[in-house]
């Protein structure tokens, strides 16, 4: 049987799964789904990181896994933002540019 009614996961079929909005906003803000997964996580874990985090991932700035994990998806989404910004900007007719390329590009010495 599907959903019923509007908005997210209206007429998908009902297999036990839950559908939710996630947002993350570009000056690094999460939407109050996000925070309420990543606390939730952070509560199952204690908020310790493991040996391995500590010793390899962690810098300064972080001292919990709730820290780290904030960190962690910051830096991915303002990569992603930085690269689309680029790939506009240089390639605005449509092309991509990738990796070291677009550092260059971004750092204006390509």
């Known amino acids: 049987m599907a959903r019923e009614g509007k908005g ?10 839950e559908v939710q909005l996630l947002l993350f906003e570009s000056f690094g803000g999460f939407g109050k789904g996000v925070r309420e997964i990543l606390r939730r996580a952070a ?9 391995a985090q500590y010793l ?3 810098t300064w700035t972080t001292k919990s896994w ?4 904030k960190q962690r998806i910051s830096v ?9 910004v680029v790939n506009e900007l240089a390639c605005g007719g449509g092309g991509r540019v990738h990796g070291a390329k ?3 590009t971004l750092a204006g010495v390509a």
């Open 56 to 58: 390899d991932e962690v």
């Open 102 to 104: 677009c550092l260059a």
């Open 66 to 69: 709730l820290g780290l994990q």
């Open 8 to 17: 997210l996961g209206a007429g998908i079929p009902d297999k036990g799964v």
């Open 76 to 84: 991915v989404l303002h990569t992603a933002i930085a690269e689309q």
């Open 43 to 51: 509560d199952v874990l204690q908020n310790k990181l493991t040996r």
